[in-house]
T-cell receptor, first 116, second 115 residues
Framework: DTEVTQTPKHLVMGMTNKKSLKCEQH?????MYWYKQKAKKPPELMFV???????INESVPSRFSPECPNSSLLNLHLHALQPEDSALYLC???????????????FGEGSRLTVL | AQTVTQSQPEMSVQEAETVTLSCTYD???????LFWYKQPPSRQMILVIR??????QNATENRFSVNFQKAAKSFSLKISDSQLGDAAMYFC????????????FGKGTRLSVIA
């Protein structure tokens, strides 16, 4: 059973749409992550939240907007995306501050995004 | 800075046989962690095994073991008695203990298990 839950599992959107991806964990982890993964490629880090504060933004375009409403939830708001943004978006969490974690990440199953 | 290199894009193994996946890394950190993550076709990535660089003893988790060669900066994964459920993408990853950089993944090795 996955302990990091992502919704929706699949999302199709047009370039003018606004949508959101959601992630939830109840393990008490205080660091949460968004990764983007293209087919047959490793995950690419997008954002890191540590104690609900944005700690890392890996030069991600502003059409991706993260939000961490509380320690259990992480959202990724999508607006005016491009077809090349189509990918699997993975959420992950880890114990403690991200700078002090031992590298063990707990991943969700991902949200498969298709931009038309 | 950290880099992780997996030189085998694809591997295959017969069921019940043993296979070794290769990984080399480079890091400027004096203390660091190394990992193998597995991503089956269902997509959820899970941790297979973790090695702390200051520990000389190779980590083992049931059928999974590593060969950690610190001087050579090599960290290979051995899967014994391969099972059909082992078929997946395997990512080698590294993170330094300084906390200055997040986890770095290699490009992955796709493992097929032949019945």
């Amino acid at each position: 059973d996955t302990e990091v839950t992502q919704t929706p599992k699949h999302l199709v959107m047009g370039m003018t749409n606004k949508k959101s991806l959601k992630c939830e964990q109840h393990m008490g982890h205080r660091a949460m992550y968004w990764y983007k993964q293209k087919a047959k490629k490793p995950p690419e880090l997008m954002f890191v939240y540590s104690y609900e504060k944005l700690s890392i933004n890996e030069s991600v375009p502003s059409r991706f907007s993260p939000e961490c409403p509380n320690s259990s939830l992480l959202n990724l708001h999508l607006h005016a995306l491009q077809p090349e943004d189509s990918a699997l978006y993975l959420c992950a969490s880890s114990q403690g501050r991200w700078r002090k974690h031992t590298g063990e990440l707990f991943f969700g199953e991902g949200s498969r995004l298709t931009v038309l | 800075a950290q880099t992780v290199t997996q030189s085998q894009p694809e591997m295959s193994v017969q069921e019940a046989e043993t296979v070794t996946l290769s990984c080399t890394y480079d890091t400027s950190e004096s203390d660091y962690y190394l990992f193998w993550y597995k991503q089956p076709p269902s997509r959820q990535m899970i941790l297979v095994i973790r090695q702390e660089a200051y520990k000389q003893q190779n980590a083992t988790e049931n059928r999974f073991s590593v060969n950690f060669q610190k001087a050579a900066k090599s960290f290979s994964l051995k899967i014994s008695d391969s099972q059909l459920g082992d078929a997946a993408m395997y990512f080698c990853a590294s993170v330094g203990n300084s906390g200055n950089t997040p986890l770095v993944f290699g490009k992955g090795t796709r493992l097929s298990v032949i019945a």
